[in-house]
């Protein structure tokens, strides 16, 4: 079954819209102090790096060619690419919040 019509350029704005959340959000938490990382600080990082390469795949995976013209495979790759970038950042604002 084909994606919704519309579903591609949504994806990749949304992804892009995180992504701007994204990095707002690091640079209100204050990655550039000059006190030392803690290992709450090192797994922020790691989640929001993560995240953010998710987020920076999506419209990559999302307008690549697929072999049959209606298959929507890649877009189901992409869909859980930003599902797993939403999730890194989450996880990243939830344990800088936390500790």
């Not at 640079?27 to 006190?35: C, L």
């Not at 987020?55 to 930003?82: C, K, N, Q, Y």
Request: include cysteine.
């Amino acid at each position: 079954m084909p994606a919704p019509i519309g579903s591609v350029p949504a994806l990749s704005a949304a992804a892009a819209t995180v992504f701007s959340i994204g990095i707002a959000f690091l640079g209100y938490w204050g990655m550039y102090e000059p006190t030392a990382w803690r290992a709450a600080d090192v797994v922020v990082f790691v989640l929001a790096l993560s995240g953010f390469a998710c987020l920076g795949l999506v419209p990559w995976m999302a307008t690549s060619p697929v072999e049959p013209e209606g298959s929507d495979s890649r877009i189901r790759i992409a869909r859980h690419l930003f599902l797993a970038g939403v999730t890194g950042l989450w996880l990243a604002v939830g344990i800088s919040v936390i500790f």
